[in-house]
Nanobody, 121 residues
Framework: QVQLVESGGGLVQPGGSLRLSCAASGSIFSINAMGWYRQAPGKQRELVASITSGGRTTYPDSVKGRFTISRDNAKNTVLLQMNSLKPEDTAVYYC???????????????WGQGTQVTVSS
């Protein structure tokens, strides 16, 4: 079994910062792409940031220059540093990863349980 466990969400004022962390554990052979998504009430889930196993990153224009994704391959973790937060960043943030599992070395996609980020004064 594989699990993704997120931490670091919370309430922050506009202009503030938060750092989200996601740790993968279980029967892992290797991890390919990792990413963060978010879903606000009444809206579709959207990509916030992604990073390949080689460190190549992708951001939508809405967060570019404010959010930074990074990963520690040795610890199977991915981080999301969020700066200059805006009220429209309020959402549940989900960790996602393409993981090669030990059994049969197949690649499966996994989601974390989500962590709430609220930006409000």
């Amino acid at each position: 079994q594989v699990q993704l466990v997120e931490s670091g969400g919370g309430l922050v004022q506009p202009g503030g910062s938060l750092r989200l962390s996601c740790a993968a554990s279980g029967s892992i052979f290797s991890i390919n792409a990792m990413g963060w998504y978010r879903q606000a009430p009444g809206k579709q889930r959207e990509l916030v940031a992604s990073i390949t196993s080689g460190g190549r990153t992708t951001y939508p224009d809405s967060v570019k220059g404010r959010f930074t994704i990074s990963r520690d391959n040795a610890k199977n973790t991915v981080l999301l540093q969020m700066n200059s937060l805006k009220p429209e960043d309020t959402a549940v943030y989900y960790c996602n990863a393409d993981i090669v599992v030990l059994i049969h070395r197949t690649t499966r996609n996994y989601w974390g349980q989500g962590t709430q980020v609220t930006v409000s004064s």
